[in-house]
């Protein structure tokens, strides 16, 4: 590798850069996917590839023409119970040992839709926790 000549190096840059090319051209970008119906009878199931056509920006040559995403709003694909986390036994302990106005004003702002993050899905821990206060061994 070298003794590869300037020449040499040249003819390789372009086969790859026509290589690049040529792929691109022969399969348009494709986005995967996965879905999961109500029935369960897909469950995280890959979706046939959705492929992007080029669309021509208006002033461009069709050459430049542009891949874009374009969403819209008033057509839903399927809705959202909530946005949540876990609550573990140290974040209980530590919400316990806080002076109640204060526990309120911090309990708000995690679940008040208009002054907080708005969570409205909580998983309390049953049984044994990871990051439980006296489960902790050094070793």
Known sequence: MANLTRRAFGHIVSALGLAAIGARAAGRPAARMWASSVDRQQRMSEQPPVEFSPRKQPGRSAQS?????????????????????????ATCWNLSRLEPSQRARVVGRIVSPTTGIGMNLMRICMGHARLHRGSLVLI
């Open 65 to 89: 023409a542009v891949y874009s995403i374009s969403i819209n709003p008033e057509r839903s694909y399927q809705t959202m119970l909530g946005f949540g986390s876990s609550l573990e036994p």
